[in-house]
């Protein structure tokens, strides 16, 4: 297992340039499934979630051509099976989506419960009302769905509950080759959730209104070939700014869209970093005291709940009392004790999280818990005094694309290790 061993306690200072946006590779990937022809896609992030679907897609007899390090074309003509490999399928979360891929193309799919970040109860219900509402029958066996339709789905309206980036990524990918209309609401509006409907308006789908709160996808016959490049992510470049934040200095973050960042950067100034935005990149320091601040995570254009550790980090090390809401998940405050190792001051009551600041953070050994609390405890490492060793490092490789170079750019000192095997004794 990898480590980073990091020395902290110093500023940052460079330039980093941010990769496509995970978790919208994740869903675009899997919604090539529904195209008759060739798919090239660009800005694509070399991280293992991505990997994982290449690997499931490649397995079940698509042809996948890696152009350069972030550009792939998928031809899944090729593609017959509805039962995706289960020991891939079940390490992450987006491999749910292969059941909207493979109700759309097949009419039925076999998929394994999803894997991913553990914050408690990750139920997809809502996936499973929509599907069942454009006419397919779903059952759990062997902790797999199976999902049949009689023929191909039916348009319909899919009323969710609650507001769900997975479900409305799933019922949009399941709806594009429906017969007749599907309406989702409410819909997620994440800029991931407006990526994938352009992808798909791209091939030659006809969804409108993503982004708002009513989504309509008018199924079409087919979908064609074509060229389609991913927005950069907008977590990964908050990740990085926060860090900025939590450390001191300055950066210039590049490839970005500033409005997607509005969310991020509007508590970053309330902490105390100036932000200046240009087109397509955006520079942040923080050179004075950093400021208290109350954060409640929400849906988008909500401060997103996969910024919530890294704002902990600023938090733990700002002047008087904060607190954090968690409006999302049921549990995400795994991260907040590792952070009481290195002495940050902080209790939990269920949803809510009071930070009671410290002057510093010491360094010492910690862990990552999932992938976002993994790069909360690096910002952690490189705010703190003295030497931390992160270790479970696996999880930050998930969403983050060469994360200690690109941290290295910004002038940290980060070494990535990898775990020597335990020497086994002879006995002679
Ligand atoms: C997606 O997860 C992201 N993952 C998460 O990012 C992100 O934290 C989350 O959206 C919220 O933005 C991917 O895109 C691969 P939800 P998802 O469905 O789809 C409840 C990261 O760090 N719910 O919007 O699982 C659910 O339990 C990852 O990149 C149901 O009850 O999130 C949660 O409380 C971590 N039933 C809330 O809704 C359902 O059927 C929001 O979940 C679905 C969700």
Redesign the pocket.
């Known amino acids: 297992m990898a480590k980073y061993i990091i020395n902290g306690g110093r500023p940052l200072s460079g330039e980093v340039t941010i990769s496509g946006a995970?978790?919208a590779a994740?869903a675009i990937i899997p919604a090539a499934l529904l195209v008759d022809g060739v798919c090239r896609i660009e800005n694509v992030p070399a991280i293992s979630d991505v990997n994982l679907y290449l690997k499931i897609f490649e397995q079940m007899g698509a042809n996948i051509r890696r152009i350069d390090r972030s550009t792939i074309e998928m031809d899944c003509r090729g593609v017959r099976s509805h039962r995706p490999p289960f020991d891939i399928v079940s390490r992450f979360?987006?491999s749910s989506y292969l059941i909207g891929a493979m109700l759309g193309r097949f009419g039925e799919a076999e998929v394994a419960l999803p894997g991913g970040?553990d914050f408690g109860?990750?139920?997809?219900?809502?996936?499973i009302k929509g599907f069942t509402a454009m006419g397919a029958k779903v059952e759990f066996s062997g902790a797999a769905v199976h999902a049949k339709a009689d023929g191909k789905l039916k348009g319909n309206y899919c009323r969710l509950d609650?507001v769900?980036?997975?479900?409305t990524m799933n019922l949009m990918i399941a709806a594009v080759l429906a017969e007749g209309t599907t309406v989702i609401e409410p819909a997620?509006k994440?800029p991931h959730i407006v990526d994938l409907a352009n992808f798909l308006n791209a091939m030659g789908a006809d969804i409108w209104g993503a982004g708002t709160d009513t989504i309509k996808i008018r199924g079409v016959e087919r979908l064609h070939g074509g060229t389609y490049s991913i927005i950069p992510d907008q977590?990964e470049a908050g990740t990085y700014l926060t860090a900025v934040t939590a450390a001191g200095g300055e950066a210039l973050i590049k490839n970005v869209i500033p409005k997607h960042l509005e969310c991020i950067t509007g508590k970053l100034i309330e902490m105390g970093a100036e932000i200046t935005e240009y087109d397509d990149s955006v520079h942040i320091r923080r050179t004075g005291t950093l400021r208290k601040a109350n954060i409640k995570t929400m849906p988008y254009p909500g401060y997103?709940?996969?910024m919530q550790p890294q704002a902990g980090v600023c938090l733990a090390l700002a002047e008087g009392t904060s607190i954090i809401t968690e409006g999302?998940?049921?549990n995400r405050y795994k991260y907040v004790n590792e952070l009481i190792k290195m002495g940050a001051q902080i209790q939990v009551d269920g949803k809510v999280a009071i930070f009671e600041g410290v002057p510093s953070l010491k360094g010492c050994p910690i862990k990552a818990c999932d992938?976002?609390a993994g790069a909360a405890m690096v910002i952690a490492a490189l705010a703190a005094e003295g030497q931390s060793v992160v270790d479970d490092v696996f999880h930050i490789e998930r969403?983050y694309e060469t994360f200690v170079e690109k941290l290295t750019d910004l002038g940290a000192d980060i070494k990535r290790v990898e775990d020597m095997p335990p020497v086994r004794a002879k006995i002679s």
């Open positions: 995970k978790n994740v979360r987006a970040c109860q990750r139920p997809i219900d809502q996936h609650l769900s980036v997975g479900a997620a994440e977590i997103p709940t996969d999302v998940f049921d992938l976002r969403g």
